[in-house]
């Protein structure tokens, strides 16, 4: 999701995520790269996890096997 992209009160189940702009629902990935403008607000199931530098999470982070 690019800057200008928002999304809210979503389910969004993805193999591989990159956010740049901002994410707010639940989301469940493999490998999920949160940006260093992002913000994402949620429950949040990963395998991997990339968060740069001024990259913000909100809400329940749970690792996936």
């Known amino acids: 999701l690019d800057r200008?992209?928002?999304?809210?009160?979503?389910?969004?189940?993805?193999n591989r995520m990159c956010?740049?702009?901002m994410f707010s629902g639940n989301l469940e990935c493999m490998d999920l790269i949160v940006g260093s403008d992002a913000?994402?607000?949620g429950?949040?199931?990963f395998q991997s996890i990339t968060i740069q530098r001024g990259g913000v999470i909100k809400g329940k982070l749970s690792k996936k096997e």
Do not use: C, E, L, T
């Open 4 to 14: 200008s992209s928002a999304a809210s009160d979503v389910y969004k189940r993805q």
């Open 19 to 21: 956010v740049k702009g």
């Open 39 to 41: 913000v994402v607000d």
């Open 43 to 45: 429950n949040i199931a």
